[in-house]
C-alpha cells in the first residue's frame, strides 16, 4: 500500500529508494551524520530518488520504499501508513 506525509508548516528534505536498490542508510545514524559523511561519496546511479516538501504538500510513497527525512526547521510531522 505505502504511506501518506504532509509536513505541518516546515519544510522537510526527503531521500527514497526503490525496493530493488539497496540502501545506504544506517540505522544507528541520523539523517542529517548521514548526509554530510556518506551521501557526498555516493556515486550518482546509487544515490537517492530526492525532493523538499514545502508546507500543505504531501507526499506518497509506495509500499517497500526505503526513506530517510531531514526536517529543515523545527517541526510537527504527521504521517501515515496505508495498508
Not at 36 to 64: M, N, Q, S
Request: glycine share 6%.
Amino acid at each position: 500500500m505505502g504511506g501518506c506525509v504532509s509536513p505541518a508548516g516546515v519544510f522537510q528534505r526527503w531521500f527514497l529508494y526503490p525496493p530493488h536498490k539497496t540502501p545506504h542508510f544506517h540505522p544507528n545514524e541520523t539523517t542529517l551524520a548521514w548526509l554530510h559523511r556518506t551521501y557526498p561519496a555516493l556515486p550518482p546511479a546509487e544515490r537517492p530518488l530526492e525532493c523538499t516538501l514545502r508546507p500543505g504538500e504531501v507526499l506518497y510513497f509506495p509500499d517497500r520504499w526505503w526513506h530517510a527525512t531531514l526536517n529543515l526547521d523545527t517541526s510537527v510531522f504527521i504521517s501515515t501508513f496505508l495498508g
